[in-house]
């Protein structure tokens, strides 16, 4: 079954305390080191920017001196009180009314982050925003708005997690992204949830004149059920898209994740790419949608699946649809299980079965896909080796 199954909304929380501003520093230990976890670096030194948002109070929202005037980050309800030009951009493409979860983060909005790269600004450091909830069973809806302004660059990492007591809980996040003409906006998202936590982020993307944006998503922990489906309108001439995702499904998690292209520009390119390794009793649907509505358009989507147990499922959903002449889509996908031959090889090299195993894992896990720099794919790598190492 998939993971789109209605939820109770009513069984979570409303019920957060307060948390006071403060550093990362200054963080409890168990929630700095669950937000390292997932790609946050407590030296802020080491970013252009920072936000931390803990359940439904904003602890941070911080700018390195040196990026000032360069970029802005805070929280999208202060944003909203500063500049009356953001309702131009507000559920403007994700509708408010699009479900029950984009209904609840309509009704009962739990701030989220407003980051805007000004025109021109190339900033050499990545931003990075955590997303936290420490309270069990908790209900956190977030709205986010990203804007690249024109021939803006940066570079922004995301990280959603729970304290390590919490195991149950619903979060909700909404994001807008808005990518202008010759600007380039690389999204990393970093999700590391608990067995009972249910998930529902929901995005859009609109993409510009000679744009690129490259949205990558990693989830290597349990999850009870997450359900993603975000979509990028290549509406200028010219204008890229790339989703990048890396999932390993264990426990009895049910992953729903796919993404959306529509190429609407002449001269647009779109890609989706997923690695999906699947153990236990995890269920996993990776789904993908080309649409053409432009000549000259192209795009291509590709998943491969890798399965680990006879009661885990993967479940490859590709569509193309060419509305004009001239719009190229393929895809490809595969599904399968570790090949004896690669095992044995590795095993008359002195590696025992579960060794062989893990390497096969960890390499088919391959972070080159997301096209990092090399210290982020260095972190994530560690990521995926300490997740698979010993749970085959």
């Not at 509708?95 to 009962?108: E, K, M, N």
């Not at 004149?209 to 359900?227: C, E, G, H, M, R």
């Amino acid at each position: 079954m998939s993971p789109k199954t209605k939820l109770v909304l009513g069984r979570y929380s409303r019920e957060a305390k307060e948390w006071p501003s403060c550093p990362l520093s200054l963080l409890p230990e168990e929630i700095l080191r669950r937000s390292m976890d997932v790609g946050v670096v407590s030296d802020e030194g080491e970013r252009a920017a920072t936000y931390l948002q803990i359940d439904h109070s904003v602890v941070l929202q911080a700018v390195q001196e040196a990026f000032k005037g360069k970029i802005e980050v805070m929280s999208t309800r202060e944003a909203l009180e500063r500049y009356s030009w953001l309702k131009d951009y507000w559920w403007k493409l994700v509708r408010a009314d699009a479900d029950d979860y984009t209904r609840l983060a309509d009704s009962l909005w739990d701030q989220g982050y407003f980051i805007r790269v000004f025109e021109g600004e190339k900033v050499i450091l990545p931003l990075q925003s955590c997303l936290f909830m420490s309270t069990e069973n908790i209900n956190q809806n977030v709205h986010n708005v990203v804007i690249a302004e024109p021939r803006s660059e940066a570079h922004i990492i995301t990280g959603c997690t729970v304290h390590p007591n919490v195991h149950s809980g619903l979060h909700v996040g909404v994001s807008e992204f808005y990518v202008k003409e010759g600007a380039k906006l690389t999204f990393t998202m970093i999700h590391s949830w608990a067995p009972e936590v249910e998930v529902r982020p929901r995005s859009a993307a609109l993409i510009g004149d000679d744009a690129t944006f490259i949205s990558n998503y990693i989830s290597l922990k349990p999850v009870k059920s997450l359900q993603m489906y975000p979509t990028a309108y290549c509406r200028g001439e010219d204008s890229r898209v790339s989703f990048n995702s890396i999932l390993y499904g264990v426990g009895e998690s049910k992953i729903d994740v796919g993404a959306k292209v529509v190429l609407q520009g002449e001269g647009s390119r779109g890609e989706v790419v997923s690695r999906a390794v699947a153990t236990d009793k995890a269920q996993i649907y990776v789904r993908g949608f080309l649409l053409g509505e432009r000549e000259e358009s192209r795009a291509h989507l590709e998943c491969r699946g890798l399965l680990l147990s006879d009661e885990a499922m993967i479940h490859a959903i590709p569509e193309l649809l060419a509305k004009v002449k001239g719009a190229e889509l393929s895809h490809e996908a595969a599904v399968g299980k570790i090949a004896e031959d690669q095992i044995l090889y590795l095993m008359a090299r002195g590696f025992s079965r579960e060794e062989a195993e893990s390497l096969i894992v960890r390499g088919f896990m391959d972070v080159s896909i997301l096209g990092l720099p090399e210290r982020l794919s260095r972190d994530i790598k560690r990521m995926i080796d300490a997740t698979t190492l010993g749970a085959l």
